[in-house]
């Protein structure tokens, strides 16, 4: 997976640029249902069952859609068959909606990885792109970002 993508840079730079020239907001947020956009990043990127659990493709299922739902079986199918350990628990502790037109949505994220004892081992952020499908919200794309350790 790319840490980041160009016109997702792009997009970003445009939001916070229009915001600031405009001194409006230029975001649509239908706030009915923002709870559950952003509860649905928090279980997507806390969910540690992929490890282990035997219905983790269902679970996956559940918080993804389209190629990206196909990578991450296959990243995690790779995971499995090399037999390594997963020794930290990542966080969502706060969630932004940037966009949201009842369609398509767009959340940044800011992500901390602690280890299991409650260390924290790094900070990053995340952008995440949804589509509400008939079966609800789903994430369809995704960019995360780890800056090195110092």
Known sequence: MKLWSAPLALFFVLILNCSVLTAAPVSIIKPANAQEIMHLVKQAVEY?????????????????????????????????????????LTF?????IVYNDGETALVLAYLMETS????????????????????????TQMEIIWPPPN
């Open 48 to 88: 540690n069952g992929w490890v282990n659990e035997p219905e983790y493709k269902k679970e996956l299922g559940r918080l993804y859609d389209g190629l990206l739902l196909t990578e991450l079986i296959d990243s995690v199918e790779q995971f499995r068959s090399t037999g390594t350990d997963w020794h930290t």
């Open 116 to 139: 299991p004892e409650g260390t924290e081992m790094g900070q990053g952020c995340g952008a995440f792109s949804l589509h509400n499908t008939p079966y609800g919200w789903r994430i």
């Open 92 to 96: 969502a502790p706060k969630c932004h």
